[in-house]
């Protein structure tokens, strides 16, 4: 797969092979930025380049906040599900136990304490 990008002095290098004892001479950088600049017939563009570079990496970071606010958000989300099945499952064991003739403790406990106040206080009528 091709990545597509724009010739920069950043990405080119020019190697000249000489004739007659002329050594072999490499041209980069600062050297073949006026060239690459008469072929692309613009400027070239090494700044803007690294500027996409940083915006790519905000971009990933960004993005990787954005994931970490969403997992987030799915944990509350599901720690709440689990709340209300509790809750509805409590009071689905309740509904039967009454429906056997089970009451809750917490009721008896409640009706208990209730028959004994009532037997005080005939008692002190007496």
């Excluded at 803007?48 to 989300?77: D, R, Y």
């Excluded at 208990?112 to 037997?119: L, V």
Aim: hydrophobic share 20%; aromatic share 4%.
């Amino acid at each position: 797969m091709q990545v597509k990008k724009k010739l920069t002095s950043r990405n080119v290098s020019v190697g000249i092979v000489g004739t007659d004892g002329q050594p072999f001479l490499v041209l980069e950088g600062e050297e073949i930025r006026k060239y690459v600049g008469e072929v692309t017939q613009a400027d070239d563009q090494d700044e803007e380049e690294g500027k996409t570079e940083e915006k790519e990496k905000e971009n990933v970071e960004e993005e990787e906040e954005e994931k970490k606010k969403k997992m987030k958000k799915k944990k509350q989300q599901q720690k709440q599900w689990q709340k209300i099945c509790k809750r509805v499952e409590r009071k689905r064991e309740r509904e039967i136990n009454i429906e056997n003739g089970n009451q809750h403790r917490k009721w008896k406990t409640n009706k208990q304490t209730s028959k004994q106040t009532n037997k005080q206080t005939k008692r002190k009528r007496k």
